[in-house]
Every structure is written in C-alpha cells, then in structure tokens.
C-alpha cells in the first residue's frame, strides 16, 4: 500500500518521460476512443475524420498558394472506436500534428453529438518506424486483418498522401 502511495505522489510531480524520435520520422501511431467507446458513428464522421487528415498534408495560405504539409500519411485505418496511422514528421513535431488531429476531431464530434469533453483515451500512443519496408509488411497486415474482422471498420489503405 504504502509504495503505491509513493508511486502516485513521485507520477504527479515528476514530468513524463520523454518520448524518443524516429531516425527516419515515420511512425505508427494510434488513436483510441476514451473507455474504449465508439469514435465513428456513421460514414459521415468518417468522412470528416478524413478531410482533417487532408487538410494537414495540402496546405495553403489566404491567398491559396500552397504552403509544405505538416505531415505525409502513408496508410490509415479507422475502425470503430480507434485509429492507426502510418505517418511521417515534415514540417511540425509529430505531437503537433496529431494534437490538430484530435482537437480538430473532437470539436467536430462533440458539436454533432452535443457532448462535452475528451474524446481520446490518454495520449496518443507511437512506435517508431525503422524502414517502410518493415511497416508495409506488418502494420498493413495489422490494419487489413483487423478490418475485416470489424464490421463497421473502414480499412483504408493510402500509398501516399503529401503535399
């Protein structure tokens, strides 16, 4: 008992670990919904969920020149209540461009379903890509499988999509 106590007071005051970077940028990262709970309810909120990521790679400026993306997505899926994301850093910290993510996504899903709050679980988790080639092999597999053992999932697999 009393070491759990010491572990809680030392993970309130001591400042989370930092997370280490891909020597090539690319990362596989994962988005869940908070207790598990559904994040997409119909195709429509799909869709939105797509066009955030859209907005992150073509970019432009009040006079529609085109401004270098924040990030390149080689292969998404989306299922019910989580996403993966295969990504690469360009112009922003990873942390950046996933937090455009998520507050973009839950201020669009709270408004249409008149709710408050988080929408995400935690942080969002990331594993560091050593080689494409790697990903493709596993990560792919991964999404595909899990895809179609998820009804409702929308596997949607993107060779690339950069500014």
């Known amino acids: 008992m009393y070491l759990c106590a010491v572990n809680n007071i030392l993970a309130e005051i001591m400042p989370r670990q930092e997370r280490l970077q891909s020597a090539t940028g690319i990362y596989h990262v994962m988005l869940r919904g908070i207790n598990k709970q559904d994040i997409f309810e119909?195709?429509?909120?799909?869709?939105?969920?797509?066009?955030?990521?859209?907005?992150?790679?073509k970019r432009c400026d009040e006079q529609g020149h085109s401004l270098p993306s924040h990030c390149t997505f080689y292969a998404y899926c989306l299922m019910t209540n989580h996403v993966h994301l295969?990504?690469?850093?360009c112009d922003e910290h990873i942390g950046e461009s996933i937090k455009r993510i998520g507050v973009a996504y839950a201020r669009y899903y709270?408004?249409?379903?008149?709710r408050n709050g988080h929408l995400f679980q935690d942080r969002f988790s990331r594993i560091s890509v050593p080689?494409?080639?790697l990903v493709f092999d596993s990560i792919g597999g991964y999404c595909h499988k899990?895809?179609?053992?998820?009804?409702?999932?929308?596997?949607m697999a993107v060779t690339s999509m950069d500014g």
């Open 146 to 155: 899990g895809s179609l053992s998820h009804p409702r999932g929308k596997p």
């Open 86 to 89: 295969l990504i690469r850093e």
């Open 131 to 133: 080689s494409l080639v």
């Open 110 to 114: 709270n408004h249409k379903y008149e």
């Open 42 to 57: 119909d195709d429509e909120d799909y869709s939105q969920f797509l066009n955030i990521l859209h907005a992150l790679v």
